[in-house]
């Protein structure tokens, strides 16, 4: 079984909401079953030929019971499908991509529908006091996006103060990381108006009746170096990390189904890709920000490619310095990474991040008709995951 093949033979995401946007309205599960009805019909497979469903998400409270199964019915899988729901912080995501590959590996599925979701925006307030009683006195207010989200839950440090470090530790200049962030925003600008992102986008239905989202939200095209710089320091006086230059809050989802080799040819599938290889890895949590660094390094020996032959690389844009510092230790060519700007410009729905990388990564090689692709992010806590996947 160890030399199964997986392939992807459908991936879509929904437009990119921004923080109490266009999808705010919407629960992750409900974007998400949006997009899982559309790449069952791209892929044109049927509902009962479905055998798991594996969905990402960071930010649980209050989304309901298994927001996987939430998904499956709500994009009409038979009551007989099993889901399990996910959580890998920024990496969920691709997470499930890769146990959907382990699982068609072992033999134990042949088609499999992975993905993630999220709703940063119906991230609920938490008042723990109250389940015991508030006898007496104020009570707090705990904020669930920040508490599961964004803050580093071994020190109590919010991600852009470990960003502010990795900019002094790694001598990453302000002028670096509004420069990267410009040409991110730019070049999703640019992949909107060309009409690169309609294929792997699905509209969506936020009230009937009414016209969908389908546009990114996030998408800034006049932005510039001169304008970010006029920002100030979110975290700290004197600092370098703005709102600018750090991937938005978002609400969003992605799906992919991906498909043994025996699956492809029994029910005439068309991939999009070959699941070449993949890795997870860890560094010390306040190192989050160059954790893609060994990750890239053991991906890249465990499948056998040099960095240079990599054509395209899709590493998601936590913040301007991550990109930044792990580019100059990899010596990345940054005219093959993350061509349609990432989420700087479009923005970072935790869970479905890594689903929607991928997903821009394999219509951006399908685009530029190269062959090979490497796809990863940092995650919360200090790991890393990472997948070579290869056109077909």
């Known amino acids: 079984m160890a030399g199964r093949h997986s392939y992807i033979v459908a991936a879509r995401r929904s437009p990119i909401g921004r923080f109490l946007g266009g999808l705010s309205k919407l629960t992750a599960p409900q974007i998400g079953a949006q997009v899982a009805r559309a790449v069952l019909a791209d892929a044109q497979v049927q509902p009962g030929v479905i055998d798991e469903v594996l969905v990402g998400l960071v930010l649980h409270a209050g989304v309901g019971q298994n927001p996987a199964r939430q998904v499956a019915l709500g994009a009409g899988l038979p009551n007989t499908i099993s889901a399990c729901t996910i959580d890998k912080v920024c990496g969920s995501g691709l997470q499930t991509v890769m146990l959907a590959d382990h699982m068609i590996r072992a033999g134990d599925a042949d088609v499999i529908l992975a993905g993630g979701i999220e709703s940063m925006s119906q991230a609920p307030f938490l008042a723990r006091e109250m389940r015991g009683g508030q006898k007496f006195g104020n009570t707090t207010l705990v904020d669930s996006l920040e508490f599961d989200g964004l803050i580093n839950i071994y020190d109590g440090d919010v991600m852009g103060m470990i960003a502010e470090e990795t900019a002094e530790r ?76 750090a991937s938005q809050l978002s609400d969003g989802a992605a799906m992919a189904i991906v498909a043994s080799e025996e699956a492809v040819r029994r029910y005439n599938l068309r991939p999009l890709g070959r699941i070449v290889g993949h890795v997870t890895s860890g560094v010390d949590p306040r190192e989050i920000f160059l954790a893609p660094i060994p990750a890239v390094q053991r991906l890249c020996e465990k499948v056998g490619w040099t960095r240079g032959q990599v054509d395209l690389w899709e590493i998601n844009e936590a913040f301007a310095v ?19 700007g990432g989420a700087i410009a479009l923005g970072h729905p935790l869970g479905a991040s890594g689903t929607r990388c991928l997903t821009t990564l394999l219509y951006a090689m399908k685009r530029l008709k190269v062959k090979r692709g490497v796809v990863g992010m940092c995650l919360g806590g200090g790991n890393a995951v990472m997948m070579a996947v290869e056109a077909v």
């Open 170 to 245: 790694k001598n990453v200049s302000r002028r670096e990381q509004d420069e990267f962030a410009a040409r991110s925003h730019q070049r999703a600008a640019r992949a909107e108006t060309e009409g690169w992102f309609a294929a792997e986008r699905v509209p969506i239905e936020v009230r009937p009746g009414k016209a969908p989202l389908d546009r990114d939200e996030g998408i800034r095209p006049d932005t510039t170096v001169e304008a970010l710089a006029a920002l100030r320091p979110a975290f700290k006086s004197g600092g370098t990390i703005t709102a600018g230059n």
């Open 322 to 340: 991550e990109m930044v510092a792990v580019s100059k230790a990899l010596e990345l060519d940054a005219e093959k990474l993350n061509v349609h």
